[in-house]
């Protein structure tokens, strides 16, 4: 995504949130926690820092159209533009549908999954590093002939349209229900519920998902996270639990290959070997949602260092084109260092570094679920 859609999204994205959070207060809705939000936004920004610092999946495409195109498609072209959204959308539910069956591409994606919370801020929880696991599954475009700033654009608006279904505001939507994916189609996505699970994988079009065997309608209001939940509002927990659980299960199996397979493996399968599940799972039976009671003060100071993180980000992402190599990555690890010290104030002296004991450990008190 170039600077420019960047800074032009994120007001976009900050005032839907303000609305959105404005509407649940009047309708008495409990959709955001602060906290949780928080950290929402905090992966959101963490993301698009190395984004720009990494860029190697962008670059094999290039490589690949320049060097094996086996034709040019003329990007002037409105069939062009047409055919491109469609190949883009029908890479994107491959690429998405994989990210939840093969555990390394589930570790790369399950941090936008982890929030207990469904509104439009976890839209912005995204992987830090999950769009380099992403981009093979759009190279075989490069052989078609589709030009590489035609797919960047594309796979940015197919982005950027998945804001808005983040969110429990809005029903079903009629007849669009069939072909768009909606709020109530990615809802069902975000469950943990057994009968929603892995369903519904489409970015901006549902019908991959209806014609491929993945679709499921939206019946039960779903319960939303993770079915090992990370309980911390650390963005850099966020990234790193998924790959240090996988690391754990590797270490477990006796024999090479079996270390091998737990990356390959679907993230329900669990072998003989594997180490006992950590925590009270989500799906489990009172299960309550993850809080930490954190004083006004302290909620301040972390809002402000965000917002500190964030104006960098920004300036950051403006200046990012013209930097040389060294300078890009410090700006990137000063922005992570930023938005890890804002995990530390969310998470307390009730983080589980400060228990002593595992990234996922068993949850600390929470809030009851609420009702939508």
Not at 104 to 123: C, D, G, P, R, T
Not at 164 to 183: A, D, F, K, S
Not at 195 to 209: A, K, P, S, T
Not at 334 to 351: E, K, M, Q
């Amino acid at each position: 995504m170039s600077p420019s859609l960047i800074l032009f999204a994120v007001p976009a994205f900050f005032a839907l949130i303000g609305v959105e959070l404005w509407l649940c207060r009047r309708r008495g809705r409990r959709d955001y926690r602060f906290s949780d939000a928080l950290a929402n936004l905090s992966c959101g920004v963490g993301q698009q820092a190395l984004v720009s610092v990494v860029s190697g999946g962008v670059l094999v495409y290039l490589f690949l159209f320049e060097r094996a195109a086996l034709v040019r498609l003329p990007p002037g072209a409105a069939s062009s533009w047409l055919a491109c959204f469609v190949a883009v959308d029908f890479c994107y539910y491959w690429a998405h549908r994989a990210s939840h069956r093969v555990n390394f591409l589930w570790a790369a994606h399950a941090v936008h999954h982890q929030s207990e919370h469904y509104n439009l801020s976890v839209a912005l929880r995204q992987s830090w590093v999950q769009r380099a696991f992403f981009w093979p599954f759009f190279w075989p475009l490069a052989f078609l002939g589709f030009p590489p700033a035609m797919v960047v654009t594309t796979y940015t608006l197919n982005i950027l349209y998945q804001f808005w279904i983040h969110t429990q505001l809005v029903g079903r939507l009629g007849p669009l229900e069939w072909v768009l994916n909606t709020p109530s189609h990615h809802r069902v996505h975000h469950g943990v519920d057994p009968e929603y699970l892995d369903r519904n994988h489409g970015g901006v079009l549902i019908v991959w998902d209806r014609l491929f065997g993945t679709f499921r309608a939206e019946e039960a209001p779903p319960r939303y996270g993770v079915v090992q939940p990370l309980a911390s509002f650390s963005a850099l927990r966020a990234n790193v639990d998924p790959w240090r659980k996988l690391a754990r299960m590797a270490a477990a199996e006796p024999r090479l290959s079996g270390k091998l397979l737990v990356w390959l493996r679907p993230p329900d399968f669990r072998s003989a070997a594997a180490p006992p599940e950590e925590g009270p799972l989500r799906t489990d039976p009172g299960y309550v949602l993850h809080d930490v009671e954190r004083s006004p003060l302290v909620r301040a100071l972390a809002a402000a260092l965000f917002l500190a993180a964030l104006l960098g980000a920004i300036a950051f992402l403006y200046a990012a084109p013209g930097l040389a190599r060294g300078p890009l990555w410090a700006g990137a690890a000063a922005i992570v260092a930023a938005l890890a010290a804002v995990g530390a104030l969310l998470d307390g002296p009730s983080s589980p570094e400060a228990r002593g004991a595992p990234t996922a450990a068993s949850s600390p008190k929470g809030l009851p679920i609420s009702p939508g």
